[in-house]
């Protein structure tokens, strides 16, 4: 199996349209949610979400390619762009047949679903827009971005909920180790901020209905009563050791591992005794020969709902024994809100800053947890050696996935 390595990273989030601004906004705990104003929300009972702010695809694009894209696609295609500029990756001196997709987006757009609806009922079926599908469908982030870039490998679409960016970019890590592709740009993307998708995860009873920015997305803490809809796209470019020492491109981390696991027990809850995401880790841990007491962080999945974070409390205890309780765990989606099919992406991201910086960023707003809940929830931000951090996803349908990212060491490659 070939050495897979990070080179690039891109982003957009509620919390910053770079990386840059992203992981200083993390430092800051920065909370990236606010009023609801993409619609009248007078009606609804959620009143808060965490909007993707002063983002113009024009940056990116030109206006015939951005309108034949939904915003989930603009994202993704931003992100990718981002991606592939930091990894300075020459595409003209590469073989684009060797160079692969992997942008999974949960839900796709649910924005012209609801236009062509509305226009499928007051006008008739011949006013439906001929581009529905094409702009619906979720394989459409990867395919923008294989079209932008002119990339001919591997190009797929990995749907798995809230799991999604993350078995996106271990699925690319897996095409590479077996030879499949020797780059792959990688991640995930969403934009469901909509009265559907808003009305639909509310009648789940998932989100949550403060009012209080500060006090909405609380992961872990005893007051959590729900998360808060986010969105945005993470990207990474991911490349052989080997592809990456030809070219002397700048290593960021290594992928050391990737565990993919299914519950196999509720089509929304998790596995209450957190068995399947436990052997996720584990999984994970494994592939990078790494014991539970050499990993220092988990960048858990941590919505802020009352069964997601204790039963993943109850995963993280069963994967690492009493090393569970040398942890650092925190939740991004403090800060960023639920970016759904972008959150493992965005996650990923922040594991890659944290191995590269010896630094935990704090998770915002939580103040206290209770009864079994009892790891250290990253209160407050923390100084310590990162060698390795694990990235944990759950979604819907009981995907688990987790990605173990660790620092590169060259053992005598030649540079």
Same mark, same amino acid.
């Given at each position: 199996?070939?050495?897979?390595?990070?080179?690039?990273?891109?982003?957009?989030?509620?919390?910053?349209?770079?990386?840059?601004?992203?992981?200083?906004?993390?430092?800051?705990?920065?909370?990236?949610?606010?009023?609801?104003?993409?619609?009248?929300?007078?009606?609804?009972?959620?009143?808060?979400?965490?909007?993707?702010?002063? @983002?113009?695809?024009?940056?990116?694009?030109?206006?015939?390619?951005?309108?034949?894209?939904?915003?989930?696609?603009?994202?993704?295609?931003?992100?990718?762009?981002?991606?592939?500029?930091?990894?300075?990756?020459?595409?003209?001196?590469?073989?684009?047949?060797?160079?692969?997709?992997?942008?999974?987006?949960?839900?796709?757009?649910?924005?012209?679903?609801?236009?062509?609806?509305?226009?499928?009922?007051?006008?008739?079926?011949?006013?439906?827009?001929?581009?529905?599908?094409?702009?619906?469908?979720?394989?459409?982030?990867?395919?923008?971005?294989?079209?932008?870039?002119?990339?001919?490998?591997?190009?797929?679409?990995?749907?798995?909920?809230?799991?999604?960016?993350?078995?996106?970019?271990?699925?690319? @890590?897996?095409?590479?180790?077996?030879?499949?592709?020797?780059?792959?740009?990688?991640?995930?993307?969403?934009?469901?901020?909509?009265?559907?998708?808003?009305?639909?995860?509310?009648?789940?009873?998932?989100?949550?209905?403060?009012?209080?920015?500060?006090?909405?997305?609380?992961?872990?803490?005893?007051?959590?009563?729900?998360?808060?809809?986010?969105?945005?796209?993470?990207?990474?470019?991911?490349?052989?050791?080997?592809?990456?020492?030809?070219?002397?491109?700048?290593?960021?981390?290594?992928?050391?591992?990737?565990?993919?696991?299914?519950?196999?027990?509720?089509?929304?809850?998790?596995?209450?005794?957190?068995?399947?995401?436990?052997?996720?880790?584990?999984?994970?841990?494994?592939?990078?020969?790494?014991?539970?007491?050499?990993?220092?962080?988990?960048?858990?999945?941590?919505?802020?709902?009352?069964?997601?974070?204790?039963?993943?409390?109850?995963?993280?205890?069963?994967?690492?024994?009493?090393?569970?309780?040398?942890?650092?765990?925190?939740?991004?989606?403090?800060?960023?809100?639920?970016?759904?099919?972008?959150?493992?992406?965005?996650?990923?991201?922040?594991?890659?800053?944290?191995?590269?910086?010896?630094?935990?960023?704090?998770?915002?707003?939580?103040?206290?947890?209770?009864?079994?809940?009892?790891?250290?929830?990253?209160?407050?931000?923390?100084?310590?050696?990162?060698?390795?951090?694990?990235?944990?996803?759950?979604? @819907?349908?009981?995907?688990?996935?987790?990605?173990?990212?660790?620092?590169?060491?060259?053992?005598?490659?030649?540079?």
């Amino acid at each position: 199996m070939r050495r897979v390595v990070v080179t690039g990273m891109g982003i957009i989030s509620p919390i910053g349209n770079t990386v840059e601004q992203f992981w200083n906004s993390l430092k800051e705990q920065r909370v990236g949610i606010g009023e609801l104003t993409r619609f009248d929300t007078s009606s609804y009972k959620v009143k808060l979400a965490a909007q993707v702010n002063d @983002f113009d695809p024009k940056q990116y694009m030109d206006f015939k390619e951005a309108k034949r894209m939904e915003l989930f696609s603009q994202y993704a295609v931003a992100a990718a762009i981002q991606a592939v500029e930091d990894a300075g990756l020459c595409l003209e001196e590469e073989d684009r047949n060797r160079i692969g997709v992997s942008v999974g987006c949960g839900i796709g757009s649910l924005q012209i679903l609801e236009q062509a609806h509305t226009k499928l009922t007051t006008k008739g079926p011949n006013r439906v827009p001929p581009l529905l599908v094409p702009l619906m469908i979720t394989n459409m982030a990867a395919g923008n971005v294989a079209i932008h870039f002119g990339l001919k490998g591997k190009c797929v679409n990995v749907v798995t909920a809230c799991a999604t960016g993350t078995h996106s970019i271990g699925e690319a @890590f897996r095409a590479i180790q077996c030879g499949d592709a020797d780059v792959m740009v990688a991640g995930g993307t969403e934009a469901a901020i909509c009265p559907l998708g808003i009305s639909g995860f509310a009648a789940l009873t998932a989100l949550s209905t403060s009012t209080d920015p500060k006090h909405a997305s609380i992961p872990f803490d005893a007051e959590r009563s729900g998360f808060v809809m986010g969105e945005g796209a993470g990207v990474v470019v991911l490349e052989s050791l080997e592809h990456a020492l030809a070219r002397g491109a700048r290593i960021l981390a290594e992928v050391g591992g990737y565990g993919a696991t299914c519950d196999a027990f509720h089509i929304t809850s998790p596995d209450e005794n957190g068995e399947g995401a436990a052997r996720a880790m584990t999984l994970a841990m494994e592939e990078a020969g790494l014991t539970p007491d050499e990993v220092p962080y988990v960048n858990a999945h941590g919505t802020g709902t009352h069964h997601n974070d204790l039963y993943e409390t109850r995963a993280i205890k069963k994967a690492f024994g009493e090393a569970a309780y040398r942890l650092n765990v925190n939740s991004t989606k403090s800060m960023t809100g639920h970016m759904l099919g972008a959150a493992g992406a965005a996650e990923l991201i922040v594991c890659v800053k944290s191995v590269m910086e010896d630094y935990i960023h704090a998770t915002a707003g939580f103040e206290k947890s209770e009864g079994e809940m009892d790891l250290n929830y990253t209160k407050e931000p923390v100084h310590r050696s990162v060698n390795a951090a694990i990235s944990n996803s759950l979604g @819907f349908g009981g995907h688990n996935g987790s990605l173990l990212i660790k620092k590169y060491e060259s053992s005598g490659e030649k540079q």
